[in-house]
């Protein structure tokens, strides 16, 4: 038995607080304070100890400072992104359509990639996502164009066409490519699975 083990637990915190007669006192009160199944911080600190509860406090801090950090970040970044949106469509759309025939490339290759991966390798599902949002974006244009009965780099480019319009199809495309390209990615996704499963089960079966 430790030379501390008939102290109550209470006595054991005082004497930590007040601090043992030598260094080996000190050891020996911490050692059976860990017996007893308390719990130190980084620190050294015992959780009935003022400067414990400090830390906790401050971790808590930061862990909250840092998530506000966090959130005025994704909250700039989509401002930004719906600003650029808003005056910039045009040329997303445009570069979209002198690149048609690189998405369709890119779409079909990132869809490869996604189903060799089996649907659930993090990083190929996002890049099969880019592949979904560069081509529905190229299909907007298309889209705009059945609505205005003309091309969309004509629509675009007519002395016709008011700021106000171009507007009007900025606001449009910012919802449509916040939800269409998921929309297309989950479902492409949810088909692969089932395929994949349908593909595996299919295998034992004839295994067996």
Avoid at 96 to 101: K, L, P, R
Avoid at 161 to 186: G, R, S
Wanted: glycine share 8%.
């Amino acid at each position: 038995m430790g030379k501390y083990s008939h102290k109550s637990d209470y006595e054991l915190e005082i004497m930590r607080e007040q601090g043992g007669d030598s260094l080996n006192d000190s050891l020996e009160i911490e050692i059976e304070l860990e017996n007893r199944g308390y719990e130190q911080d980084e620190n050294g600190y015992f959780e009935f100890e003022p400067e414990h509860k400090s830390n906790i406090h401050n971790d808590v801090y930061v862990g909250n400072e840092e998530s506000g950090d966090g959130f005025l970040f994704k909250f700039f970044l989509c401002a930004a992104f719906v600003i650029f949106c808003l005056f910039g469509t045009p040329i997303i759309v445009g570069y979209a359509i002198n690149f048609s025939f690189l998405i369709y490339i890119g779409f079909i290759l990132t869809f490869a990639f996604m189903y060799l991966g089996k649907a659930v390798l993090p990083t190929v599902n996002f890049l099969f996502y880019l592949g979904c949002f560069a081509l529905m974006t190229r299909f907007y244009a298309d889209l705009v164009g059945y609505w205005e009965q003309t091309s969309y780099l004509t629509f675009v480019h007519s002395n016709s066409t008011h700021f106000v319009d171009l507007l009007k199809y900025a606001v449009i495309y910012i919802f449509y490519i916040a939800i269409v390209p998921y929309l297309l990615f989950k479902t492409v996704k949810t088909i692969t699975l089932a395929a994949l499963n349908k593909k595996d089960k299919s295998d034992l079966d004839i295994e067996g």
